[in-house]
């Protein structure tokens, strides 16, 4: 047994509620290796080969795929027949963007239903008012008919798909139907929302929608501290809603192979982990804590002299709301591209000559020179 599938760090700072599924995913994986090494399938058998082959003495370990605990964890959630689609979209996720290697798609689409939101969290682009004010143009809920357009672009040809950016998926009144058009459609979809407007109705939308990941985004455990960091909410009407929605999944979705998760930024000092477990571990599978990234003034803040190639131009594109395209979220205000899908197609713009200059121009040293890409820490 090869322990490079287990003992790496995870790309999320902590996380608790690991599975208890890990050798029957490892035992899996060995058979499908096994399988693999007769057939003509050259991506399969370099996957497999990095995950389960033999390691050489002068590898660097971030250049070899491998697994996180909470990879394994998704893994856990999908039949063996699923395993090597899912890799596939894993491994470009992960690979593609440290091999500087770009296909024909991107691995992962996020998706923003609406870039509205009803809160004014601290960390966040929604408290700088060139977005959030409706004056200048940047706010407004996307329609079905967009939406299916996209999903009809991406199906068969994309795995990662979220529904989440710069606002909140639940202010959309259309995303019921959303999620109904996309079920069953993709191997890693996800949704992000803060629980405010989570009622049963959308509850239900969810579990029937066969998503991957639900992450509940909340900071702390108790008050003052969450309404501080995350303003305009109320704690205690969120766990009334996270709540509920577990006792929804367990009495009628018993058999949902829906992972939750609460996830928060490590923005406050006052913030602990210990505490967050012991609150939240009762109502989902996964706590977490993700690195905090100055999105809230990004544009006005100090250039942070990082010259490393940021890893997003390579691993996912954004879709606003109108159908303008964005490289990352911190660009809030879509200054680094001029592209929308009512023009061309996900696949021209990720292989566009915008995105491909913007790629050359990280990659020849000059990240300093793009805005607010100098003013970023993602690498």
């Known amino acids: 047994m090869n322990n490079k599938v287990y003992d790496k760090a995870n790309s999320i700072l902590d996380l608790k509620g690991r599975g208890k599924k890990r050798e029957q995913v490892l035992s899996n994986l060995e058979h499908l290796y096994e399988q693999e090494k007769t057939k003509g399938d050259t991506l399969a058998q370099q996957i497999l080969g990095e995950l389960l082959g033999p390691i050489k003495e002068d590898e660097v370990d971030y250049q070899r795929f491998f697994l996180r605990d909470h990879v394994i964890e998704e893994l856990t959630r999908l039949s063996a027949s699923q395993y090597l689609r899912y890799l596939k979209y894993r491994y470009a996720y992960e690979m593609y963007p440290i091999r500087r290697h770009t296909a024909e798609y991107p691995p992962l689409v996020q998706i923003e239903p609406a870039s509205v939101c009803n809160y004014r ?201 109108d159908g303008k395209v964005a490289p990352c979220d911190v660009d809030y205000l879509t200054t680094l591209v001029d592209e929308t899908l009512l023009n061309s197609s996900i696949s021209e713009i990720w292989n566009g000559n915008t995105y491909n200059t913007l790629r050359q121009k990280h990659l020849d040293g000059e990240r300093q020179k793009q805005e607010p890409c100098s003013r970023c820490v993602v690498v």
């Not at 060139?130 to 040809?157: A, C, P, V, W």
């Not at 009622?199 to 639900?214: P, R």
């Open 121 to 321: 969290c601290v960390f966040c682009y929604q408290t700088d008012e060139r977005l959030s004010n409706r004056k200048h143009g940047h706010m407004g809920m996307m329609d079905l008919d967009r939406f299916k357009s996209i999903i009809d672009q991406i199906e068969g040809n994309v795995e990662g798909v979220t529904l989440a950016s710069r606002g909140e998926p639940t202010v959309n009144k259309k995303l019921p139907e959303m999620l109904a058009y996309m079920s069953g459609k993709f191997l890693a979809a996800k949704i992000n929302t803060n629980a405010y407007l989570l009622d049963e109705k959308m509850s239900h939308a969810i579990l029937q929608a066969d998503l991957q990941t639900l992450v509940f985004s909340a900071d702390a455990a108790a008050e003052p501290l969450y309404s501080k960091l995350r303003v305009n909410g109320n704690l205690d009407r969120v766990v009334k809603n996270v709540k509920r929605f577990h006792d929804i999944k367990e009495k009628h979705y018993s058999d949902s192979k829906l992972i939750t998760r609460v996830s928060g930024v490590r923005f406050h000092s006052d913030q602990n982990m210990d505490e967050m477990v012991q609150f939240w571990d009762r109502y989902v599978d996964q706590v977490a804590f993700v690195d905090y990234n100055p999105w809230e003034n990004v544009y006005d803040s100090d250039r942070k002299g990082i010259d490393t190639p940021c890893s997003d131009l390579w691993r996912r594109l954004f879709v606003w709301w």
